[in-house]
């Protein structure tokens, strides 16, 4: 039967996706960007066939990304709104979801491997505007990365309106899990940096934050 057989590809896909839609990951206990025995990029030499191979990555990403935007340039005006989600091909999304999960190692493999993970944060940040199917598997290591990059020494104003294109997707928290403690003690320090409070679209995302969780407030 092949409508069974269609269904039956239809939900192992979906099932696929959804595998992990949780932000509790071991990289947020500490010990990824900016957490405690972190390794600066600059102080990493990686050798010819890593860099062989992040190089490799950077070409799969920035071939995502064109394919995307091919996508979305195709895309009718009857179907360009972004209230419900667009197919996308099982293969796209697997190597998106192998590049997005590299993101935080991608910090401690040297100055080539930093260029490639602003490559995979940039596609996936794309993906989520463009509001392609499993964009919620495609933003979990990529919300922290950007908030630990906006309380850097060397952030910029233009990574915190990063992070307030994308400020949906912290909608997906859940503050009750404790696998996320490191994240929420990253977001509660939002509210005392200057790059937040100095911009609009910074205390916006506080707001934002206190609403989604109000024990936010006496922390």
Request: aromatic share 12%; charged share 20%.
């Given at each position: 039967n092949m409508d069974a057989g269609e269904d039956g590809e239809e939900s192992k896909s979906q099932s696929q996706r959804a595998r992990r839609t949780s932000f509790g990951s071991s990289i947020m206990t500490g010990g990824g960007i900016n957490g405690p025995g972190a390794i600066a990029a600059q102080d990493i030499e990686p050798d010819a066939a890593s860099t062989e191979a992040l190089l490799f990555m950077r070409s799969c990403c920035l071939l995502t990304e064109s394919y995307l935007r091919g996508l979305v340039e195709r895309r009718s005006a009857a179907s360009s709104a972004t209230d419900r989600e667009h197919g996308i091909i099982d293969e796209t999304f697997q190597v998106a979801e192998l590049l997005h999960d590299a993101l935080?190692?991608?910090?401690?493999c040297g100055p080539v491997a930093v260029r490639v993970q602003s490559a995979v944060s940039t596609m996936?940040?794309?993906?989520?505007?463009?509001?392609?199917?499993?964009?919620?598997?495609?933003?979990?290591?990529?919300?922290?990365?950007?908030?630990?990059?906006?309380?850097?020494?060397?952030?910029?104003?233009?990574?915190v309106k990063r992070l307030y294109a994308i400020r949906s997707a912290l909608d997906l928290l859940d503050f009750a899990d404790p696998s996320i403690d490191y994240l929420r003690s990253l977001l509660l320090r939002t509210a005392s940096s200057p790059h937040y409070l100095r911009t609009v679209e910074g205390r916006r995302i506080i707001a934002h934050l206190f609403q989604l969780d109000a024990e936010l407030v006496p922390d």
């Open positions: 935080f190692s991608l910090q401690s996936c940040e794309y993906w989520w505007h463009a509001a392609f199917e499993g964009r919620e598997q495609l933003v979990t290591m990529l919300v922290p990365l950007l908030v630990a990059k906006t309380l850097d020494g060397a952030a910029a104003k233009s990574d």
